[in-house]
Each structure stands twice: as C-alpha cells, then as structure tokens.
C-alpha cells in the first residue's frame, strides 16, 4: 500500500504561483512513476503532469510551458510548480502513484487550487 498527502492548494490571482506537494509513504520502492492529476467543476480527472522513478517527465499540452513536475526521492516528495496560472487551472489536483507491476494506482484526496480573474 502507498500513502499519498497532497499539499499546497489555495486561492491565488491570474498569473500568479503555486507550489503543489505530495509526499508519499508506504510501499514506495514499487511506484513507478507519480503524477498530478485535476478535475475542474463537472469535469473528468486528467493527466498533469508526470515523472517516473528514472526522472523521465511528461506534461499536458495545455499546462507544459507553465508546470514543472519534479521529485525529492530523499524526502519521497514529488512537486508541481505552477507559474502563469488562469482560472482554467481551477481544479481539484490529485496526486497519483502507479504501481506498473501491480496494475496499481493509488490516490490523494486532492487539494483544491482556485485561480480568481
């Protein structure tokens, strides 16, 4: 099993900053990869951004010039920097943990992020 706490949310202005953190416990040597996922008001959960145990990352399109995903695998802490922020970034943001040998996903309950115009 993986523990996954989210941290960092919050109300912030048009093209303002934020720093999501997920910090992890548990069966972490069997995650593959960890990722941030949103889901805005009647929405479906999408992909953020993704980085896998050998740093590899990948972001969404919409997101990629303004997200970085990075990691802290001494603190077992994975991190969404998000610059530039619009109130289309308004969401619910989950942390995800992917167990590729397992088929397993494991989730945070989110931390709500709130981008005002």
């Known amino acids: 099993q993986v523990q996954l706490v989210e941290s960092g949310g919050g109300l912030v202005q048009s093209g303002g900053s934020l720093r999501l953190t997920c910090a992890a416990s548990?069966?972490?040597?069997?995650?593959?990869?960890m990722g941030w996922y949103r889901q805005g008001p009647g929405k479906r959960r999408l992909l953020v951004a993704r980085?896998?145990?050998?740093?590899?990352?990948n972001c969404a399109e919409s997101v990629k010039d303004r997200f970085t995903i990075s990691r802290d695998n001494a603190k077992n802490t994975v991190y969404l920097q998000m610059n530039s922020l619009k109130p289309e970034d308004t969401a619910v943001y989950y942390c995800?943990?992917?167990?590729?040998?397992?088929?397993?996903?494991?989730w945070g309950k989110g931390t709500l992020v709130t981008v005002s115009s």
């Open positions: 548990g069966s972490i040597d069997s995650i593959d990869a």
């Open positions: 995800n943990a992917r167990d590729l040998g397992f088929g397993m996903d494991y």
């Open positions: 980085i896998t145990s050998g740093g590899s990352t």
